[in-house]
């Protein structure tokens, strides 16, 4: 299902579209789990889950200024996506009791709900649910993860200014999202190994009664307290999900066109120089190199100029 609306104001000066939609799928085919006693790791096979998408989507095109030579245009649009597992049948007993819950996003992992760091041990702690006393018992203490993972709404705004022959062109991009910690997901270099690390991981726990963000330090190995709260909070921790929201100066443009006369006179049609920057500066509190991808050991995407001349003969 689809509903959109277009309305345009002030003689098309404001032209606003916006549209909401519902989408609906079950049997979705996937590689189904088997034991790997069978030879292979999964089977191609359908859920019996019903799987809703929805959305909104707003695109806002204004004309700012229009007078005499100067004119500033603006367009600004936002989705706002959401994604809910409906239905599934047998859920409890399937290969995925422990990964999906009703009513919760796909990407919605369950985890061990992270405390933070015991003053006393120096070691993470996480939630105690089922009463066993340890907070990492599996599956008893895993749980819908409270921190919604994935795109909250994304969007741009783009402004065009144009004056005689200079014209400027700026695009700002924003996205507001739970992703990957880039300390936590870093799973096989526990600090205190022999692995390069982000420097935040200095501001370590180190004695008795410090409330600090990371643990105290470990060479790892056998099953030391230190080692194995590493382990649950790399792979079943809530830990490993952040705020990775940015805003980035995408993409910036400036050209100026040549008069007429002048080009006339050098007998080609038209002539402009330009210069243009992208991904010139991002915002935001993401502890790694780039909160797009929020993958580590590759490289975020890269500040680049160019500048030319461009000639229509």
């Known amino acids: ?125 996480f939630q105690d649910l089922d009463g066993s006393g340890t907070g990492t018992d599996y599956p008893g203490d895993l749980q819908a993860s409270a921190k919604e993972i994935g795109q909250n709404y994304y969007g741009g705004l783009d402004n065009k200014l144009s004056f005689k022959g200079f014209q400027l062109d700026f695009l700002f991009q924003f996205v507001k999202q739970t992703g990957q910690d880039y300390v936590f997901n870093n799973a096989g270099s526990l600090p205190g190994t022999m692995y390069n690390q982000p420097v935040e991981v200095l501001n370590r726990w180190q004695k008795s009664g410090d409330k600090a963000p990371y643990q105290l330090f470990s060479t790892g190995g056998g099953n030391s307290g230190a080692f194995l709260a590493w382990i649950y909070a790399s792979y079943f921790g809530d830990s490993r999900f952040t705020d990775a929201s940015f805003i980035r100066l995408k993409n910036v443009s400036v050209s100026y066109q040549l008069s007429s006369k002048w080009v006339k006179s050098l007998k080609i049609d038209q002539a402009s120089i330009f210069i243009q920057g992208q991904n010139l500066l991002t915002i935001t509190s993401f502890i790694g190199p780039d909160p797009e991808s929020q993958v580590i050991g590759v490289l975020p995407p890269l500040r680049t100029f160019v500048a030319g001349i461009r000639l229509t003969l």
Not at 9 to 32: A, C, H, M, P
Not at 89 to 99: E, F, I, R, V
């Open 1 to 125: 299902m689809e509903v959109a609306i277009n309305l345009g104001f002030v003689k098309d000066r404001i032209l606003l579209e916006t549209s909401w939609y519902q989408n609906r799928s079950d049997n979705q085919l996937v590689g189904l789990p088997v034991p790997p006693s069978v030879g292979f790791s999964s089977v191609q096979a359908n859920l019996p889950a019903v799987l809703q998408n929805t959305g909104i989507e707003i695109s806002l095109n204004t004309v700012n200024v229009k007078s005499g030579a100067f004119t500033w245009s603006s367009y600004f649009n936002i989705s706002v996506p959401r994604n809910k597992l409906i239905s599934y049948p047998g859920l409890k007993n399937s290969p995925y009791a422990n990964t999906y819950t009703i009513g919760k996003p796909i990407s919605n992992q369950k985890s061990f709900h992270f405390l933070g760091v015991d003053p006393k041990t120096g070691i993470y702690k």
